[in-house]
């Protein structure tokens, strides 16, 4: 059994050792026997994971506990800091001034731990302001209460050193004569590591959590790849465990991605950029028309009738010049800059929950700019697949015969984008697949007689999403029961399983 003890032990005696070159390599066991993964020197840069011997499409590669849970940068709002419930009636503790929202969250050991912590050490007493809002520096709180021993771990991670003023920062002002200058020092250099290591934990969508992120002490090892071969489950504990997406062979290295799957090259890379500092050059970052998918393409409209798409033409260079594929005329880097950015401001003006009336207005002048291949495009079809069926006074059974078709159109669409990037079983993959049982389930309960026809496909996209996506906090609430209805082995009769759909 993987255990967070193992990795963490192991990862204590990297940081003990001085000689950077000792730190390498580090191999992390899933058993007793078997070495599943060793940590080394990488050509992205810094160290990585790789596989130590071949691993399966769709099996555990590792998980690990976090070290540390915490809002995002940019959470808002009153919430509790034991549950992470997002409420009003969270209040501050009259001893500390950290909020929570009941006296059960009170006297929780993490509470009290963080209570104790902030009464012994910080000159809460004297704050003549007496609304410090402490949620902004909640994750900061954590690392400080952290064993010296798990502290020494957090010296042999890579820090962002771009030292650019964050948010965060500014509030940290408003400690200065409350937390001793050591913290504060301390803090800063968490904000460095939480900057490049830092995970985002999806959470469900119904629950009323506020958005959290995580510090793994092994998974933030992995580096990034456009077409990465793992995807990441969160459990109810918030422990990360990743998976391979497809076949890995020994050797490879482990690789997550950092930023959004179907999101096109330039917009990718910006990210990466602006986030982690790091322009990504993998295989999909250096073919204009990533896999031939045509994300970031937009439309010639240099000459009179030329039905033509602008590609970069070399995407990895950010001031490169487009390319017409049929006329062959060029634009710069700038005028693709100005025609991005009107096509955000027409894309920002689209309300998705407005009963999906998209404007077709907008659409339309969209679609004078962009093919229907761009990502814009890819997004707001995903988007409408996930939620027609999904949102309130719009329930699956609610949806006309059309609006069934396109959600399992859109999915179908969807999925061909993902299957042309070579993502294997990506979690997105898991997902619309969901949403392509949930569509043909639907029309299999409205016309019994179509059952028999749709049978293998509907049994085939539950079972698949549901060993993509079991056991994700994040997952739909109804994925294992409509896995033991619907998918393949049941011997319910016909009614009884469509009887969960009616309920
Ligand atoms: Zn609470
Ligand atoms: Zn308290
Ligand atoms: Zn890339
Ligand atoms: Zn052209």
Redesign the pocket.
Known sequence: MPSSAVPLYRIREMAQSTNEENLIPYQYYTSEAECNIEIKKSKLGGRGLFACRPIKQGSLIFANKPLVVGPRADCTGVFCSVCYISSDSCYP??????N?CSEEC?FSPD??K??NF??DNWKIKSNPQNNLDISNILIYLHFLILSENKKSILKIYQKDKTKNIQNQIKSLENFKNIIPPDQITFIHMIEELLKVNSFRIANSVDNKKIPLRGFYPLSAFLNHCCVPNTRNIFRTDYEMAVYATKDIAAGEEILTCYTGLLWCTPARRVQLYKTKRFWCTCSRCQDNTERGTNLSAVKCLLRKDCVGVLLPIQPTNPTTDWKCDMCHANVSSEQISTIHSVLGSLVGTIDLDDQFRLESLVLERLAKFVPYSNQIFVDLRFRLAVKLGFADGLKLNELSESRLSLKENLCRGTLRVLAALGVGDAHLRGLVLYHLHAALAERARRYPDLYEELKSEIENCIEQAYHILQGDISAPPDLELRHRYLGPGCDKPQEEKFFILDK
């Open positions: 503790c009259e001893k500390c001034q950290i929570i009170k509470h009290v963080l209570c902030v009464i």
